[in-house]
């Protein structure tokens, strides 16, 4: 099955901030002095955005960190979470990286001691 080309909507996350923040487009676009349908056509990637209507979209939306709505989806915690975010986006950011850090450090002991497995 062939695959889909991505999108650029594909890489915006304009959307799932807006949701997960519990705006529908008519919030938003109120919020920022435009109407549901452009805040549609800027989701879908239909229409370009300015600089200042990221950084706007961004706080009305809590995100943590301004680029968050064009890099990741809410579902995805940032490294900027541990600094910027609420307290249970920094708890699960630090739950994440400890996880990292212990299952890396473990491979570097395995190896040290000649168990290294191939994954």
């Not at 805040?39 to 950084?55: P, Q």
């Amino acid at each position: 099955m062939p695959t889909r080309a991505k999108t650029r909507s594909d890489t915006l996350f304009f959307k799932e901030w807006r949701i997960h923040a519990g705006f529908s487009q008519e919030d938003v676009g109120e919020k920022l002095g435009v109407t549901a349908s452009t805040v549609s056509r800027i989701e879908t990637g239909k229409r370009d955005f300015l600089g200042s209507y990221l950084i706007r979209f961004a706080e009305i939306c809590k995100c943590p960190s301004p680029g968050d709505p064009v890099s990741r989806p809410p579902s995805q915690i940032s490294i900027d979470a541990l600094f910027r975010g609420n307290e249970e986006d920094r708890k699960r950011a630090e739950a994440i990286l400890l996880a990292a850090l212990r299952q890396s450090v473990s491979k570097l002991n395995d190896a040290e001691n000649g168990d290294d497995e191939k994954s």
